[in-house]
Antibody, heavy 121, light 107 residues
Framework: EVQLVETGGGLIQPGGSLRLSCAVS????????MSWVRQAPGKGLEWISV???????HYADSVKGRFNISRDTSKNTLYLQMNSLRVEDTAVYYC????????????????WGQGTVVTVS | DIQMTQSPSTLSASVGDRVTITCRAS??????WAWYQQKPGKAPKLLIYKESSLQSGVPSRFSGSGSGTEITLTISSLQPDDFGTYYC?????????FGQGTKLDIK
């Protein structure tokens, strides 16, 4: 069964660091592009980072220079290292799998985890 | 950066109604759009990708159309389980952007 399970959220003070994990099952983390998407309380979805199968990474301007996305193929796990956390980073953080079509990326996300809550206060 | 405007922000409709949600981009999008449904306390669920392709397992009453700067999600006959918030999403130059969301209530 294809599944994503996020862990690592919690309460952290401003300026602190936290590492989120997304355990992948049912497929290989490096075979797909993977993203982190967050949702502040009562707000909409905000994409924050992607790692492509070749290892290239990209970030939203709101987290660039503070967050780092990575993966460990031996553990089949995706990570999000979050540094210099701000109150406005408070959100539910989801990991999501990129949709793959036969000939190209689908530019959408077809599998999502249940989310992990990060509170910066 | 491309700006996206989703409308309406809230919508109340009755079972059996035809419902339409629109997303408009500030400039032409050459890549594909997607639509998601999110219920309270749950992760988003992919409904439509590549503007009009129905994700596996999604009921056929959901459909997507449009191109260029405007796309539309249509629910042909609203069902009680269709409540939730709907988001459009597009990709451009290594960045993914979601619309602000449309909260759909069932009357």
């Amino acid at each position: 069964e294809v599944q994503l399970v996020e862990t690592g959220g919690g309460l952290i003070q401003p300026g602190g660091s936290l590492r989120l994990s997304c355990a992948v099952s049912g497929f290989t983390v490096s075979s797909n592009y993977m993203s982190w998407v967050r949702q502040a309380p009562g707000k909409g979805l905000e994409w924050i980072s992607v790692i492509y199968s070749g290892g290239i990474t990209h970030y939203a301007d709101s987290v660039k220079g503070r967050f780092n996305i990575s993966r460990d193929t031996s553990k089949n796990t995706l990570y999000l290292q979050m540094n210099s956390l701000r109150v406005e980073d408070t959100a539910v953080y989801y990991c999501a799998r990129g949709l793959l079509l036969t000939t190209r990326r689908g530019d959408a996300f077809d599998v999502w985890g249940q989310g992990t809550v990060v509170t910066v206060s | 950066d491309i700006q996206m405007t989703q409308s309406p922000s809230t919508l109340s409709a009755s079972v059996g109604d035809r419902v339409t949600i629109t997303c408009r981009a500030s400039q032409s999008i050459i890549n594909w759009w997607a639509w998601y449904q999110q219920k309270p306390g749950k992760a988003p669920k992919l409904l439509i990708y590549k503007e009009s392709s129905l994700q596996s397992g999604v009921p056929s009453r959901f459909s997507g159309s449009g191109s260029g700067t405007e796309i539309t999600l249509t629910i042909s006959s609203l069902q009680p389980d269709d409540f939730g918030t709907y988001y459009c999403q597009q990709y451009d130059r290594n960045s993914y952007t979601f619309g602000q969301g449309t909260k759909l209530d069932i009357k």
